[in-house]
């Protein structure tokens, strides 16, 4: 009942500073469910490791293997605490920019690569998909949703569980654990509540059904496991909690309305206080942090969850069990859940995988062909010159000014040039903006859509010496009003490889995306609209579904 976290290769050691145990004593406490974190190493070494791992928990007595889970590791973003850089696996482009392809067979397509590449080194469970709904343009998980619209998400959320799960969970399938219920994006001014500044849900709109029908979807197509978030909901009939202590959600939502009877496992870090930690080790108690870790713990038992994310307190739960507070039968539900899940993926048969089959499984080269070809596709072409007179896809032999592009990513399609001036077009590429936050709250990006003036005038100085081509990595909404008429061109992404940009800025392959959310006129419009509505701020600059072709 505790989805603790360890580190691959774990020896004792803490992570990027934080004072975790070693996976032995985790083991000797009786946990075997491990959310994984850090780089992977490469197919073998992984497998080698894992099987290590089996071979301690099963000595124990009443031996029970051990579920390995993960975040997303088949992107570009790097964020210990959401998903981790593809690193050894082959690697796509977010989740966005699945939705920017919008086909549900290339998702599955996606997913079922992912299954192979996990199962072939042991992971089990993807903490993953993300189908929240992204209606708050500044909220900072937004580039692991598939956007704003609902219907979009839904088809291709049921695509991705196909993918992982297939009909049904066997020996060949990773369980997915879909999040984050009932629907994560409407936090109040975008904040996100990881941090008890952005703990507030909120539904100006009233639309909280709009949330719910990407997990109607996915929960039809059987998904296995469920996380609820963190957010606290303000001002509806649900009570004044976090969502992982809501039984108004869990229990009334997710289990009587929905149906739901499998795994409810909470998002990590709920029940204990780990003051040395600063924010991180803040419990997201949200609602409840007058309670006491026992309290706590009955509350989210009550609620109707199985399984303490981010936890190994087991003398708490022992300690209610031994005072009466929780009975066995309460334990016996929750433990048949999970078990099942084991018994359905064949863990119970067979723990051990083999590293001859990872080392040549992760990273293949038709996976990876798979990866960058959705890289290009992806790739969202929003402004093209004029209809007369397109700037891309560019001719070979031109000079360009193209400062963040290496000889080796141009490959001799054009003479890099290192003044503006001297180029016949520019490249600058661009990201999203953000408003850098203190400590680990840094690694989420909140805040202003808009570019500095900084930016913008280094933008506007090049453009004025010579038609650029601007390429920005949208992993939110970004406000790019103030360079819509000054760009020759500009085009979108949801990551890829600067080699892979080459290829279709040249024309050896084309921009095939289109937007899965309104890119806003101004902060101000987002400020202005409803945190729960799709498509509510004002005068967008590019709408949903916008994305020209090459001519």
Known sequence: MFHTMAVIGDQGDGFEGLPLPSLQTLLDLGLTHFNLLGPSPDGRDFADWANGVQRRALQRPHPIPVTFSTDPRHHFTDN?????????????????????????????????????????????????????????????????????????????????????????????SVAAMIKHFPGGGPQRDGNDPHFAWGREQVY????????????????????????????????????????????????????????????????WGLITENPGLGDLGTARA??????????????????????????????VLLDLVADGRVSEARIDE?????????????????????????????????FAAAGRRAQQDALTLLTNGTAANPLLPLPPGIRLYAPELSPDDVAGRAALVDDPKQADVALLRLAT??????????????????????????????????????????????????????????????????????????????????????????????????????FDTADPVFRFGHGLRYR
């Open 80 to 172: 210990p605490l959401a998903q981790m850089m593809a690193g050894a696996y082959s690697c796509w482009p977010e989740p966005l920019g699945l939705a920017a392809i919008g086909s549900a067979d290339r998702v599955r397509e996606f997913a079922d690569i992912v299954r192979q590449e996990y199962l072939a080194v042991g992971l089990r469970i993807a903490l993953h998909p993300q189908i929240d709904l992204a209606t708050e343009a500044r909220w900072p998980r937004i580039n692991a949703t598939f956007g704003e619209d609902a219907d979009l998400t839904s088809r291709l959320g049921a695509a991705y569980l196909e993918g992982l799960q297939g009909d049904s969970l066997s020996a060949a």
């Open 204 to 267: 100006p709109g009233g639309v909280r059904e709009y949330h719910l029908r990407p997990f109607r979807s996915a929960l039809a197509a059987g998904a296995a496991e469920v996380m609820p978030y963190y957010g606290m909901p303000v001002g509806t009939d649900w009570e004044e909690v976090g969502f992982g202590f809501n039984r108004s959600v869990i229990t009334g939502v997710l289990r009587e309305e929905l149906g739901f009877d499998g795994v409810v496992c909470t998002d």
């Open 286 to 315: 949200w609602g409840v942090e007058h309670l006491d870790r026992h309290e706590r713990m009955l509350k989210v038992l009550d609620a109707g969850v199985d399984q303490f994310g981010g936890e190994h307190c087991t003398d």
């Open 334 to 366: 929750s433990a048949r859940r999970l078990l099942r899940v084991k018994f359905a993926l064949g863990l119970f048969d067979e723990p051990f995988v083999d590293p001859e089959h990872a080392a040549v499984t992760v990273g293949r080269a038709d």
């Open 433 to 534: 903006p953000y408003e850098a936050a203190p400590g680990i709250a840094a690694m989420f990006h909140h805040g202003s859509l808009e570019f500095t003036a900084e930016v913008l005038q280094e933008v506007g100085d090049v453009c004025a010496a010579v038609p650029t081509i601007i390429d920005v990595y949208l992993e939110r909404p970004a406000v790019l009003t103030p360079i819509v008429d000054s760009a020759g061109a500009i085009i979108a992404n949801f990551g890829v490889a600067a080699d892979a940009l080459v290829e279709v800025l040249f024309g050896e392959s084309a921009p095939r995306g289109s937007l899965p959310f309104d890119l806003p006129h101004s902060d101000a419009a987002v400020a202005a609209s409803r945190s729960d509505v799709a």
